[in-house]
């Protein structure tokens, strides 16, 4: 792709010209490479500055949400000017005005099983910026069909994980977490909470992992889960060997699909507006609130009858009504809609619905002052 660096390019990266790690041939390389990062959030924002800045070639970025006003306390990649526009235009304008030499292609839509191959296939290594596990499959299935390295990272309150898969010996995430776990055991960071600083520490690893793999040099997570613990300020890595049972991937699966979808946990909703219509002809539903007590503290719905950790709700059965239409709500809606999914699956013969959108959309639709978080 390109041969030389220009005079301004050599000024810009002087001092990697000055590691004899990196120098002229690497500074080339980097030139001459892609990456595409799954998400432009938390972990995205300080990746790809880091890459932008580095001046990595080509950087992809896909995304389908809008900057709200609640990323801006960890995704510096956004500004308050932003507010309310797509999450890879932000990024965009911001890397060129970073780096203006490098390339910068963006996807405002969700990884999908229907798009993932064509994307992927299009970059030299993958980068996971999201916060669920269910699109960590999608991406590492995908990966392993077009052997394509990739890097993990996650987050959680004060606690973050990183590690580099489908490089040799060609360990992936599926021997590291054979199976996702169940949705109401893996809360992503807007339901459990992240300390601001957190995914700039675990994203800025992710983007020295991938710049290893494109130089070649030092030894990468391959094998490898990094942990780290602000709280602690404290370290450590695991090892893990393949998984001598796992099949080889050869195809997008409908567990794949599964990944990206809750449409199984989307029956039986129930949106604000129509939640108060009904309110004002005479309903009178038991509201049922699955949140944990500090976000209580925050907001609420009025006329709420209970409230119950989403976790503690299998020793709390006896405490929810089932001789009444019942309706269940969380933050945005995804926590409930698992507590729903039990009930019903538990026997439950009384109507059960999800106030969809949760306070978020509450507050969007409903009663503004109802703060969302």
């Known amino acids: ?39 432009a959030g938390g972990l995205g924002s300080p990746c790809l500055l880091y890459l932008a800045a580095v001046g990595l070639g080509e950087i992809g ?27 890879v235009d932000s990024a965009k304008r911001r890397l060129l005005d970073l780096n203006p030499d490098i390339s910068v ?35 590492n299935d995908a990966c392993e069909i077009l052997n394509k390295a990739w890097i993990f990272g996650s987050i959680h309150q004060f606690e973050g994980q990183v590690s580099t898969f489908n490089v040799s010996p060609g360990l992936n995430y599926r021997d590291l977490f054979p199976k996702p776990p169940p949705l109401e055991l893996a809360p992503n960071c807007a339901e459990a909470g992240v300390l601001g600083i957190l995914p700039g520490i675990i994203g800025s690893i ?15 997570l391959s094998g490898k889960l990094f942990l780290f613990n602000a709280l602690s300020m404290s370290s450590r890595v695991l090892k893990y060997d ?12 409908l567990e794949s699909e599964y990944c990206t979808s809750n449409s199984s946990l989307n029956s039986g909703e129930i949106n604000p ?58 933050r945005s809606g995804v926590r409930s809609a698992v507590v729903q999914r039990f009930l019903i699956e538990s026997g439950r013969k009384n109507i059960i619905l999800n106030l969809k959108g949760g306070i978020l959309n509450w507050s969007d639709t409903v009663d503004s002052n109802v703060k969302k978080y």
């Open 1 to 39: 792709m390109y041969d030389e660096l220009s005079i301004s390019e050599a000024e810009r990266y002087a001092r990697h010209l000055s590691l004899p790690q990196v120098g002229l041939a690497g500074q080339k390389k980097l030139k001459n490479s892609s990456i595409l990062v799954v998400g």
């Open 61 to 87: 970025i896909i995304d389908d949400d809008k900057v709200d006003v609640s990323n801006l306390q960890r995704q510096v990649i956004h500004c308050t000017s932003n507010l309310g526009e797509s999450k």
């Open 105 to 139: 292609k963006i996807y405002n839509k969700r990884l999908n099983i229907d798009n993932a191959l064509n994307l992927i296939k299009q970059f030299d290594i993958i980068i996971d910026g999201t916060d669920n596990f269910q699109t960590r499959y999608l991406i």
């Open 206 to 220: 992710q983007a020295s992992e991938a710049i290893k793999l494109i130089l070649d040099i030092g030894d990468p």
């Open 242 to 253: 393949a998984n001598v049972s796992r099949n080889l991937i050869s195809e997008l699966s």
């Open 273 to 330: 507006i129509d939640y108060i219509d009904r309110i004002n002809n005479g309903w009178k539903p038991f509201l049922l609130d699955v949140r944990r007590e500090n976000e209580e503290l925050i907001s609420q719905i009025d006329n709420t009858n209970l409230r119950i950790n989403h976790t503690e709700i299998p020793n709390r059965l006896q405490e929810i009504p089932s001789d009444r239409d019942l309706v269940i709500y969380c």
